[in-house]
Nanobody
């Protein structure tokens, strides 16, 4: 069955960096667009970034452009989110998403940006 498992979250100071990983299994990873979303307390889930099947097509939310980079390794069935220059408003649970026969979500990883 399809599984998406996020990791790499934690507590970081403003201005710091984290790299999130999403390990995928149960489907042909290289055939699908992968996305990162986030949900802050009391807010709706929002798209952070998406990456095409080969990694050549990338989209990102305006709020993270220039700070966050999405990438993928199809040999490892993993999508990454490199987050630099983190701000307190980046605090959220970060989710990995794949749309295959239906929408699949991971359970999320918590990122807290605080001094």
């Amino acid at each position: 069955q399809v599984q998406l498992v996020e990791s790499g979250g934690g507590l970081v100071q403003p201005g710091g960096s984290l790299r999130l990983s999403c390990a995928a299994s149960g489907f042909t990873f290289s055939n699908y667009v992968m996305s990162w979303y986030r949900q802050a307390p009391g807010k709706e889930r929002e798209l952070v970034a998406s990456i095409g099947r080969t990694g050549s097509t990338v989209t990102a939310a305006a709020s993270v452009k220039g700070r966050f980079t999405i990438s993928r390794d199809n040999a490892k069935n993993t999508v990454y989110l490199q987050m630099n220059s983190l701000k307190p408003e980046d605090t959220a649970v970060y989710f990995c998403k794949a749309v295959i026969d239906m929408v699949y979500w991971g359970k999320g990883t918590l990122v807290t940006v605080s001094s």
